[in-house]
């Protein structure tokens, strides 16, 4: 979904941690599974992180290495090793490395560099829109009880250009379980300028196709496995256009057919009883002139969101791939 930015949003998931208006910005912009692949996924996930077991990280003299880790399904433990063998290969000397390390349920570690970049790799609100930096960042969760034994991969691309054009900002959670959860988005953000925040943003993946219309989000299910529903979009830019325009297209209809046929409910807002309870929301149905209005506003919404894919496609899958050459690593 895409939306022009604004109040300096740009989530790079789990790298950044979300203020109150990268919140109201996702609530409106992104899926509640963007809040769950964002909010699970906002990738290793602030969010996930959040919700995560409260557990003590377990103190080591020595972090074991990636050949000790035993994973609960030998499936992901390959992808994980390949993962982590392409790192090393794509890797030289001018990137800063993260080495493995323990953090709450992660074993995880992260390589960057560019002039954008922290020491640690890791980012914040104060850096998210600096440009020239390129993270990676890998993952695998345990339970302190039964540690090296682990489950799940995590795994981040972060592009952001040199100056102008556009970046890309991967996330991918699998086998996570209640810890992480499932799921994969790509965002793009378009710079037009050599500071300062994006222009546009636009996302795409697993449960990136939501609206919110007043206080009802309205999702659309992708209707293929996470992995496959991915690989239709890495085939290439074209593959990855007419992917992300149908799911627009038909997210579309869907709002479109739901406020026509009058389900969905506006508000009216009841004062605050103070000691910081908030207003509380009595549901009422919507009048035609506010009707009116969503539609209008979900048919310009979408409008755009179809044009910036298909004016820019190339750029983004380009940017995509700056981030991680998933075309010949991807496994």
Partial sequence: MIRKA???????VKLFRHNKNIMIFLKKTFPLSLLGILLLILFNLSACRASSPVTETPTLAVIPGVGQLRFTDPETGKRFNDLNASIQALIDQNWKTNPYHLSGNFYEAAWCRGSGTRPDCQGSSANKDI?????????TLFYPQDFPKVFGLGFQAVYVP???????????SEGGGSVMGEGWSVIFSEYKADSGEPDALISLGSGAYQYRVLETTIGL???????ADLALHLESPQAMRERGQAQIQALAGKVR??????QVPACDWQEST??????????????????????????????????????????????WMNAFPFDKAWH
Avoid at 6 to 12: E, L, T, W
Avoid at 162 to 172: E, H, L, M, R, S
Avoid at 257 to 262: D, F, L, M, V
Wanted: net charge negative; proline share 7%.
């Fill in 6 to 12: 604004s109040s300096g949003v740009f989530p790079f």
């Fill in 131 to 139: 440009r020239d930096q390129h993270i990676l960042a890998l993952n």
């Fill in 162 to 172: 040199p100056t102008q054009g556009w970046g890309a900002v991967f996330n991918f």
């Fill in 221 to 227: 299910d992708t209707g293929l496995p996470m992995r």
């Fill in 257 to 262: 057919s739901q406020i026509s046929a009058h």
């Fill in 274 to 319: 103070g000691n910081g309870i908030p207003p509380t929301c009595k549901p009422r149905a919507m009048t035609a002139v506010e009707e009116a209005e969503e539609l209008a506003r979900a048919e310009a919404f979408f409008k755009d969101e179809e044009k910036l894919l298909g004016d820019h496609y190339q750029e983004m899958y380009a940017a």
